[in-house]
């Protein structure tokens, strides 16, 4: 009830227009709908979109509560969207994808598509709606990122291929710090200036140290080998991580590698700090799996302070172009979905497997997006693209997974 009568609130405030006392029934109502999520099991997975929807408002109408908290909150941009892809990283492993790799068309045609028809697509969007040079590389920039892992989670709504998106999403991450900075070197360098060296190494800083940081706290948590069952060995290895970071604290890197450096220092201390824990844990008879419960929380936060925090350092530029940057992710999205569907058909994917390689090819890692924006093409005006194809992807993505998920896939839904 209080989410509806501060919603109908808000809408009344815009009506007479004054949508910049709307503030405070938008938030209201917002963080209502994302609590009540919490209680009613029907919507408890759009709790997080709601809460993700109430601080980018928070941002919008009151942006001086996210950018100074006695520093400048934009250096925890980088390190936030690595504790996320250190939580991808967690998660993987190659015996998951056995099978998909023992039939890896699918995996060819995802890849092929999510660096060939996204790009493409994004040159001629900013060709349509006219957008300044910076604006227009973010629009490329995110048609040349990887899949995101929301990517998996609307496969997954949709009853498609899980191991197939799954698949496809850490193989173009990880070629992602090789094929992304050569697209953008292609497509968008006439805009302003890429250097190819320089997004490949923010690539390996933002995708593969977190990432590997991932699996190997994966296997120290969860190896079989013997050694890894001993207290001592473990926590030895969590000096090693530690003097490896101060290594990296203390050492000067060539100019180019450079960018690898907070990397580095972040992966080595996430790794000394799982492994000591892991012997703490186990010494006063803890779960197995405490980081499974720790990390999705973390990243949650993660992901809610990287968005809000670029949004408010760009808060007058995404009013400026806000409405017109909604309109080019929309286009963006839906005909990646259209190309990802029949260009999957036309590899002779089944009608599961299209669907979801429609998806992963639709769907983009929008934070990858952002970070390099900042960090590779020292652009805050870049940045703006992803957060708002970002937002817009995470809708439009619910609609067509829930449609599909009550449209079954035939015959077909049961290969691969």
């Known amino acids: 009830m209080i989410a509806v009568i501060s919603i109908i609130a808000f809408i009344v405030l815009v009506f007479f227009g004054k949508l910049a006392n709307g503030g405070i029934p938008l938030l209201t109502g917002l963080v209502a709908m994302a609590v009540f999520g919490y209680f009613d099991q029907r919507y408890k997975r759009l709790s997080f979109t709601f809460w993700v929807f109430a601080f980018l408002a928070a941002a919008m109408y009151y942006p001086f509560l996210f950018t100074d908290w006695g520093f400048n909150t934009a250096v925890l941009v980088i390190p936030m969207l690595q504790l996320i892809m250190f939580g991808m ?11 998909e790799m023992q039939q890896p068309r699918g995996i060819i045609a995802g890849t092929v598509m999510a660096f060939t028809f996204m790009p493409i697509l994004a ?10 040079p910076e604006i227009a590389v973010g629009i ?3 048609g040349a990122c990887p899949g995101g892992a929301s990517s998996n989670v609307m496969a997954f709504l949709a009853r ?12 173009t ?6 094929i992304t900075p050569l697209i953008m070197k292609v497509l968008a360098n006439e805009l302003i200036e890429v250097s190819f060296l320089k997004m490949m190494f923010s690539s390996f800083n933002l995708i593969i140290v977190p990432i590997s940081a991932g699996l190997l706290c994966n296997n120290i948590l ?8 001993q207290n001592s060995n473990i926590v030895l290895l969590g000096l090693v991580f530690i003097a490896a970071m101060l290594c990296s604290i203390f050492l000067d890197f060539p100019d180019a590698m450079a960018v690898l450096k907070p990397g580095l220092i972040l992966g080595f201390a996430l790794s000394a700090v799982v492994s000591f824990t892991k012997v703490i844990v186990k010494m006063l008879n803890g779960p197995d799996n405490w980081m499974d419960r720790i990390l999705p929380a973390v990243s949650m936060i993660s992901i809610l302070l990287f968005v809000t925090i670029v949004v408010a350092l760009n808060r007058d530029k995404l009013l400026e172009v806000g409405l017109l940057l909604v309109g080019a992710s929309a286009m963006l999205n839906l005909t990646g979905f259209i190309f990802g569907y029949w260009g999957s058909r036309t590899f002779g994917l ?4 299209s669907r979801t390689l429609s998806i992963e090819v639709a769907l983009k890692n929008g934070g990858l997006g952002m970070g390099l924006a900042l960090e590779a093409l020292g652009s805050a005006n870049a940045a703006l693209a992803p957060i708002v194809f970002g937002k817009w ?4 993505g619910s609609a067509i997974a829930n449609y599909w998920r009550d449209k079954p896939a035939g015959e077909e839904e049961t290969e691969s």
Do not use: C, Q
């Open 173 to 178: 991450t990880l070629l992602a710090p090789f």
């Open 222 to 229: 969860y190896g079989k080998a013997e050694w890894l069952k």
């Open 140 to 142: 490329i920039l995110i």
């Open 123 to 132: 040159l001629l969007v900013t060709k349509v709606f006219h957008f300044s």
């Open 393 to 396: 992807m995470n809708i439009s």
């Open 350 to 353: 089944s009608v599961r497997d």
């Open 89 to 99: 990283g967690t998660k993987l492993s190659l015996s998951d994808f056995r099978k």
């Open 160 to 171: 498609g291929n899980i191991a197939l998106s799954v698949s496809v999403t850490t193989i």
